[in-house]
């Protein structure tokens, strides 16, 4: 069930133009991340929690990982970098806010928030993260009764 959400929402997001993959622990020690130039702007995908609500409703926290650079060291190239990425991030509000994927209750976002700012090799980076949490529903019945 928590494969599936993640999986639709990787693919949602990529139906609407983002660059969006799983999230594999890159930004663990942000200073050593390699990073793809083709992947910028991207969205990394990343399962963090999940607590059951009886016995066919789970309640999951995936994080969205948001990532940008430039890799200009003018100084108004990379405010309008920073520009936009919040617009950016805007877009991904907007999209997946109130939105039901893959079976689930509305998405809420419960958290945006930069967790990185800094030079890193030849460029600028940035990440923010999108904390969202989702209500899953299992549409399939229990194998046995409950008495």
Do not use: C
Request: glycine fraction near 4%; aromatic fraction near 10%; hydrophobic fraction near 40%.
């Amino acid at each position: 069930m928590i494969a599936v959400f993640q999986n639709a929402l990787i693919e949602y997001l990529k139906t609407a133009g983002f660059n969006t993959k799983d999230y594999f622990g890159e930004f663990a020690r942000p200073s050593e991340a390699k990073l793809l130039k083709t992947f910028l702007p991207g969205i990394m995908v990343d399962f963090v929690d999940s607590k059951p609500d009886g016995l066919q409703r789970e309640n999951v926290t995936f994080s969205l990982y948001i990532v940008h650079a430039t890799y200009s060291k003018q100084e108004n190239l990379r405010t309008q970098t920073d520009l936009t990425l919040l617009d950016y991030i805007w877009s991904i509000r907007k999209l997946i806010i109130r939105k039901s994927i893959g079976g689930s209750d509305p998405i809420e976002i419960t958290r945006i928030k930069k967790i990185y700012d800094d030079a890193k090799d030849s460029a600028y980076l940035t990440v923010y993260q999108m904390v969202i949490t989702a209500t899953l529903n299992d549409p399939t019945p229990l194998d046995e009764e409950i008495e």
